[in-house]
């Protein structure tokens, strides 16, 4: 089983909005990125929510979804992941972490992601664009007891520096695997508008 984990827990400080809720074609910026994820080869979703979940839980279709609360969120991104890791199936292979602030991540590279770590079986597969690595990251389960006692200030960044070895990096063309947008100026220059939230949202 590939899990695929949607971490939207942060309070989106720099944004000064919740960027799960940020507004992406007639959507959000979580909507999208639930709806390749459905359209993949993953065969579960968690998304991990924390700041404004009851908002977001209102304003998204979680259906077909696990959703795990985050009491914690405030400690960073590596609880997030903590958190999804510990409800995990013991079935699951490996997780695909997904940032909710990248919504330009397509099928196409998810799939891919999910093919390569099934030919190598990989301790950890990236996509890589011009010698840049990006998102989202896919680590197997023998890695998970190293994901869980990571440093709280260094997260899965640790873990990936800590198994440079055992990284098989994927190859592609697609930009989306780059493009974060967490502040108004990364929202501004992607779609030449003010940061929003959608019309119907209750905040």
């Known amino acids: 089983m590939i899990n695929a984990v ?5 309070a989106s400080k720099r944004m000064g909005k919740p960027k799960p809720l940020l507004r992406f074609k007639d959507g959000t910026f979580l909507g999208q990125i639930i709806s390749v994820l459905k359209l993949s080869d993953a065969d579960r979703i968690t998304v991990v929510l924390g700041a404004e979940n009851q908002i977001i839980r209102k304003s998204v279709d979680l259906s077909g979804t696990d959703v795990v609360i985050n ?3 405030q400690r960073g991104q590596l609880s997030s992941l903590l958190a999804a890791i510990e409800t995990t ?6 997780i695909i ?6 919504p330009f991540i397509s099928v196409e590279v998810v799939n891919q992601i999910i093919a390569k770590f099934r030919e190598t079986s990989a301790a950890i597969v990236v996509p890589v664009l011009n010698g840049k690595r990006g998102h989202p990251t896919l680590f197997a389960r023998p890695l998970f007891d190293e994901l869980l006692s990571a440093p709280q200030e ?6 990936l520096y800590s198994n440079e070895q055992r990284i098989v990096e994927l190859q592609t063309s697609d930009s989306g695997i780059l493009i974060r947008i967490d502040t108004p100026d990364d929202y501004r220059l992607h779609f030449e508008t003010e940061p929003r939230l959608p019309d119907n949202s209750p905040m």
């Not at 949607?6 to 942060?10: E, H």
């Not at 199936?89 to 490996?94: E, F, G, I, K, S």
């Not at 260094?154 to 873990?159: E, S």
């Open 154 to 159: 260094q997260g899965a960044r640790f873990v």
């Open 71 to 73: 009491e914690d969120f």
């Open 97 to 102: 972490v997904c940032l909710a602030d990248m």
């Open 6 to 10: 949607v971490l939207a827990a942060g």
């Open 89 to 94: 199936p013991p079935q699951t292979q490996a």
